[in-house]
Structures are given as C-alpha cells and as structure tokens.
C-alpha cells in the first residue's frame, strides 16, 4: 500500500493526524452511519502498518471532536452529531473576548432568517400551537425577566427545530451560551416598559407570520426583532465599555 510508506516516515503528531483522516475517509467510503462499528485501533494498526500509539492518539482525537464513541471492552462507534463540541468552542471565543454578543446576534440572524422562512412552510400544527403558547407565557411573565429570557429562548428552539434543518438546530445548540447573553441583555431590566413591549409584539408577528404559513412575512418580522436586539445589545455593549475597570475605581477612590 503506497500511503504505508508515507505514513512511517511520517513525525509523531503528523501521523496521528494522517490515521485520522484515513478513518474519515474510510467512514465515507464505507458509508457508515452514527452507532455503526469502525475498525479498532489494533486492525487500523495493522492494516497501515503504524504503532498502537499512534492509532489511539488519532482516535482520541476523533472521541474528542465527538465522532467516536470509545468504551472499554467495545469496538469504537460514530456517535451521533455533538453540538456540545461547537458550544466549547463558541464559550471559548465569547469568556476570552475574541467575538461579542453582537458579533453571535450577527451571525445567529442568518440562520434564523432562514428557519424563519422554513419554519413557515413546515412547523407542524403541535410546533405551531407550541409557539402560540410560548409567546403567551412571554407576554404574561411581567417583571420576571428570568421568565422572558426562558421563552425566548423556546422561541427560537422550537422555530429552529421546526425549519426541518437539522443544522439550524445543531447550531443554535451550539450557540447557546452567548445566545443566552444576548437574550438576558435584549430582555433585561434595563428597557423601558414601552420597549420590552416592543420586543414581545415583535415575537407575536413573528409568530403569527409562521404559524400563517407567510415565509416572506416570516423572515421579514425575523429580520425586525433582530435589529431590535442588535441596538439595544451595541448599546448596552458600549455603555459597558465606557464603564471604568473596578481596580481603576479603586486606585481613584484612594
């Protein structure tokens, strides 16, 4: 096999990285889906004539990304997709400042423009009762902000799940942390009583276009609550900025 002898002369880390994407190859060759078995590392060993450790290091690797299940005394097996390895990396950008809450409104707002858009041709009679009853408890939550935030958040799932696409869903999992930020700043406290209102009747379009089967409409009270938030979240994003760090109040308090 001619990739045996590029593999051996292969570094270390490089050739853990090179018996990964043989495996990857091999699952699409193979056409393997999630719960299906994958060779173990003793047959991937032999078969490109690489070291035990090698195979287990790209198999970690694998486990990792969450495409391999690794269990003790069972062949490995490809797991079903993980938005929990996304949701590392998404947290990760947001607790070291490398993107904003902003930036995440950004980029959520093209997903959901489109599941707005899906939804409306889609969403089930269960998905779009779902929704009406979300909206309500949204409505009737008054000052509880927690409440807000929390069928906000439901909102956006069930519209998510009832787009059809598996990858709208996979996504918005994956955001959920900052997607969570962005919600508590756009619902907060801080509004005016006239501007939560503003948000709430935005939800009900939204809503009420889908639950029409109105696509265009869908999308376009979507695109609305969007700007509502992307405002009020650059606005509270500034005011923070502007605000001065606590060991700086210190040193100026003494």
Not at 24 to 48: C, F, T, Y
Not at 166 to 194: F, I, K, Q, W, Y
Not at 196 to 209: G, N, Q, S, W
Request: charged share 25%.
């Amino acid at each position: 096999m001619g990739s045996i002898k590029v593999l051996s002369m292969m570094e270390r880390p490089t050739l853990s990285a090179q018996v990964a994407r043989h495996l990857l190859a091999l699952i699409n060759k193979e056409q393997l889906r999630p719960g299906d078995e994958v060779p173990s590392e003793v047959q991937i060993g032999k078969d490109l004539q690489v070291s035990r450790g090698s195979v287990r290091e790209a198999y970690r690797t694998l486990a990792a990304l969450g495409i391999l299940e690794i269990e003790g005394g069972r062949k490995p097996r490809l797991r079903p997709i993980d938005p929990n390895v996304l949701l590392q990396v998404f947290d990760y950008a947001l607790n070291t400042a490398q993107v904003s809450v902003a930036h995440v409104l950004e980029t959520r707002r093209a997903i959901e423009l489109q599941s707005a858009q899906l939804a409306a041709r889609y969403a089930s009679d269960a998905q779009r009762l779902c929704l009406r009853e979300l909206v309500g408890q949204m409505r009737a939550a008054g000052a509880d902000s927690a409440r807000r935030v929390a069928s906000d958040m439901a909102i956006h799932n069930v519209i998510a799940e009832a787009s059809g696409n598996p990858l709208n869903t996979m996504l918005l999992g994956a955001l959920r942390s900052p997607v969570e930020a962005s919600s508590r700043m756009h619902l907060n406290d801080s509004r005016s009583p006239a501007e939560l209102i503003r948000v709430i009747d935005a939800h009900e379009v939204l809503v009420a276009r889908i639950c029409a089967g109105d696509a265009v409409g869908a999308a376009s009270a979507m695109s609305y609550h969007f700007d509502l938030a992307l405002i009020h979240v650059e606005r509270e994003e500034a005011r923070s900025n502007e605000q001065p760090a606590p060991d700086k109040v210190r040193r100026t308090a003494d």
